[in-house]
């Protein structure tokens, strides 16, 4: 039994109900099903923190050196652990370096990347993934996938990846569907410092070709194909091209 977990997924996928049901589990006796559903009235000896100040940790660090105060496992669940200062991470890595055998920690974070790394080597990481049908995954995200298994492979195996391919896909079906106005509303946020803009233009092409199908006569998808190629030569302007594109093939033009 790992004396530390890293609960890393988007968020309101369940992080805190995992660690919660996972402490009340350790705490009692019968299936860990039963434990499930959180309880109104805390338990003294699970201790919650979101991001905790140095100061905090500091306390925490002298109360998880005593024992529990009354039932045999004492858990400390801290959100947002990515959030965690230089100081106050240093500090908790002292204490998941010597841990009490009757302690369990629980570090919850939408991005476990930024965690950092002396903290995550010391935790077993439980990455939790969105709940959906194999077929509604992939109904979803084929259209970045297709032709492609090891791509398909990532996005599943990452919820994070795949919580940005899924909105990704959703913002490329508005697109199609959309008014010009909201059509530039998502080119201007696609084409913001940071974006997957790229993501985004190849959600389009994937999106166009699955409610067309592979008919040459397609005008939207024969467009958007002649975008990709000028765009690889790097003598264009994505966002302008894309804007020609929103002008050119409105709904009830496409």
Request: glycine share 6%.
């Amino acid at each position: 039994m790992a004396h530390a977990f890293l609960v890393s997924g988007p968020s309101g996928v369940g992080k805190r109900e995992f660690a919660l049901a996972t402490s009340r589990w350790l705490q009692g006796e019968g299936l860990f099903a039963s434990y499930i559903t959180v309880p109104s009235v805390p338990h003294p000896d699970i201790i919650e923190m979101r991001s905790p100040s140095i100061e905090e940790v500091r306390e925490l660090r002298a109360l998880v050196a005593r024992a529990p105060y009354s039932a045999s496992v004492r858990a400390v669940i801290l959100t947002d652990a990515h959030e965690l200062g230089d100081e106050a991470a240093n500090a908790l890595l002292k204490t998941l370096e010597e841990p009490r055998s009757d302690t369990v920690f629980f570090l919850l974070s939408h991005n476990a990347s930024r965690v950092l790394p002396t903290i995550a080597s010391r935790c077993y990481h439980v990455p939790l993934g969105l709940v959906h049908d194999s077929q509604d995954i992939f109904a979803d995200v084929a259209v970045l996938t297709s032709g492609r298994p090891q791509r398909a492979h990532v996005f599943t195996q990452d919820s994070t990846i795949l919580q940005q391919a899924r909105e990704v896909v959703a913002d490329a079906k508005k697109f199609l569907a959309g008014t010009l106005s909201e059509r530039f509303a998502l080119i201007d946020r696609y084409s913001e410092e940071g974006a997957p803009f790229a993501l985004f233009f190849e959600a389009l092409i994937g999106v166009t070709r699955s409610e067309v199908g592979v008919r040459e006569g397609s005008r939207a998808l024969r467009m958007l194909l002649d975008i990709s190629r000028r765009l690889q030569t790097g003598n264009a302007s994505a966002s302008w091209m894309l804007r020609s594109f929103a002008l050119q093939t409105l709904p009830s033009k496409v």
